[in-house]
Each structure stands twice: as structure tokens, then as C-alpha cells.
């Protein structure tokens, strides 16, 4: 079975400009979660969603905003870049079956703004 | 509010050896779910180890095995035989039952393996 795939892997990006994201989860997930890797505020929970609607969402500003996809892809969009949105952005699906299933992650884009 | 706590920011340990990152956490639900994953240099999340609140017996995954104590709310990882490729950085994370698979994340350790 194929892994977790995020595209792109690497991104620059200036000041002001927006930028969308996708993940695409290992075949027969439901559930796509989006997390924020900075070295000062670690891993921060972006929000989840599962069968096309939003489940879960962290404490983030209304700039980032997601949306998933009958086939369970998910993207993420980011709009009005802040240098301080930097940062590795890592996807992770699960079959969200039950308590003790596992969520799987992608290799992450890392988001550079200049 | 729920809290994963790794206070543990480096670790050394000599191939071979064992090595033990310690994790508390701290949650008034019933029932949750504790994760191990490892990140190398690459950054991507690789899933070690899960140990569910009611599991009466600690969780074993190859060469990991995690040390859970309900009572303690304590969920350490214990990596036998360290290999050189085994030096990366060592995340916590905890998961409510019901609702949710967000995961909450401690704030790691960085383990390193020398000859």
C-alpha cells in the first residue's frame, strides 16, 4: 500500500502571496489531520477532517483553511503569508476506525517565506 | 487541557545499548491513546508504538517496547540494542477515544547513537 504522499515537497514563497498544499492519504482513509512543525512552537495541530467536513480545528488564524475531497485528498490553503508561517507542514491519515488506530504521515512540504 | 511533557531535550547513547525517553502526560479524559513516533533529518513522522489507556500489558514493537504507568501518567519508550540509525528526534503524543484523531505532541527528544 502506498504511503501518505504530500505535494510539494518544497515551497518558497514571498510576503502576502497564498499558497495551497495537498495530501493525498493511503487508499481506504477517511480522516486527514494537518499539522505545523516550527523549531519555536513544535507540533501544533491545524485541523482534521474526515468524510469532506472539518472535525477538528486547531488555534489558527482564519488565513489557513482546508478543505477535503470526495476521494479523501486534502488541501490546505494558506493566504496572506507571514514570515512567521514558515515551517514544515506534515499530513497524516488514518482509517479513523477506532481508538486504536494509527495515524500515518506524509514526508511534509517545508514552507519557506521570504 | 491536555498535556504531553518530554523533559528530556537530548540523549546520548552508545551503540548496543539501551536507552530509555521518558514521557508524562496529563488528561482528565477516561480513555486515550499514546503514540511514539520517530522524525530523522528528513522530517517525516515514522509511527513506533501504541499503547492504548486500558491495555493491561505494556506495548512491544520489535526492538521498542513502551514502560506505561497508568497511575504515574507515564508512557516511556525503551529502544534495546541502539543502532546508529536509530539518532533522530523521539516524539510523544496522545490521542482522546472519542471524536478526534488529533494528537497532542511533547516536544521531543533528540536521541543520539555513537560507535
Known amino acids: 500500500k502506498a504511503g501518505v504522499t504530500q505535494t510539494p515537497r518544497y515551497l518558497i514563497k514571498t510576503r502576502g502571496q497564498q499558497v495551497t498544499l495537498s495530501c493525498s492519504p493511503i487508499?481506504?482513509?477517511?480522516?486527514v489531520s494537518w499539522y505545523q512543525q516550527t523549531p519555536g512552537q513544535g507540533l501544533q495541530f491545524l485541523f482534521e477532517y474526515f468524510s469532506e467536513t472539518q472535525r477538528n480545528k486547531g488555534n489558527f488564524p482564519g488565513r489557513f483553511s482546508g478543505r477535503q475531497f470526495s476521494n479523501s485528498r486534502s488541501e490546505m490553503n494558506v493566504s496572506t503569508l507571514e514570515l512567521g508561517d514558515s515551517a514544515l507542514y506534515l499530513c497524516?491519515?488514518?482509517?479513523?476506525?477506532?481508538?486504536?488506530?494509527?495515524?500515518?504521515f506524509g514526508p511534509g512540504t517545508r514552507l519557506t517565506v521570504l | 487541557a491536555q498535556k504531553i511533557t518530554q523533559t528530556q531535550p537530548g540523549m546520548f547513547v552508545q551503540e548496543k545499548e539501551a536507552v530509555t525517553l521518558d514521557c508524562t502526560y496529563d488528561?482528565?479524559?477516561?480513555?486515550?491513546?499514546l503514540f511514539w513516533y520517530k522524525q530523522p533529518s528528513s522530517g517525516e513522522m515514522i509511527f513506533l508504538i501504541y499503547q492504548g489507556s486500558y491495555d493491561q500489558q505494556n506495548a512491544t514493537e520489535g526492538r521498542y517496547s513502551l514502560n506505561f504507568q497508568k497511575a504515574r501518567k507515564s508512557a516511556n519508550l525503551v529502544i534495546s540494542a541502539s543502532q546508529l540509525g536509530d539518532s533522530a528526534m523521539y516524539f510523544c503524543?496522545?490521542?482522546?477515544?472519542?471524536?478526534?484523531?488529533?494528537?497532542?505532541f511533547g516536544t521531543g527528544t533528540r536521541l543520539q547513537v555513537f560507535p
Open positions: 488528561t482528565s479524559d477516561p480513555s486515550y491513546g
Open positions: 487508499s481506504g482513509h477517511r480522516s
Open positions: 503524543a496522545m490521542r482522546p477515544f472519542l471524536g478526534t484523531d488529533k494528537l497532542i
Open positions: 497524516a491519515s488514518s482509517g479513523s476506525n477506532g481508538p486504536t488506530d494509527t495515524q500515518y
